[in-house]
């Protein structure tokens, strides 16, 4: 009779090893998509200067935007005093 529980022991503690085989294994194929994903986010640096990119074509968009207005404004002055 004292086989038997050190037979289940055993037997429990080769299954618990490959239950922890497994686990490892997909902690290192969670490891690596982190590190994919991380290397793939932007860095707050990168973010500030897509922001000044973007507060700079705003700036220049709204110009171009008020020079078509103006010009245009003046086309519509001179038909109609034609």
Request: proline share 1%.
């Amino acid at each position: 009779m004292s086989e038997q529980p050190e037979g289940l022991l055993l037997q429990l503690m080769l299954e618990m090893r490959g239950d922890v085989a497994v686990l490892r294994g997909e902690t290192t194929s969670l490891r690596a998509e982190l590190v994919s994903m991380r290397a793939e986010m932007a860095t707050k640096s990168d973010l500030a200067e897509a922001k000044a990119d973007l507060t700079s074509e705003f700036h220049s968009l709204r110009a171009d935007v008020a020079s078509d207005l103006a010009t245009l404004d003046a086309k519509i002055d001179r038909k109609r005093k034609d």
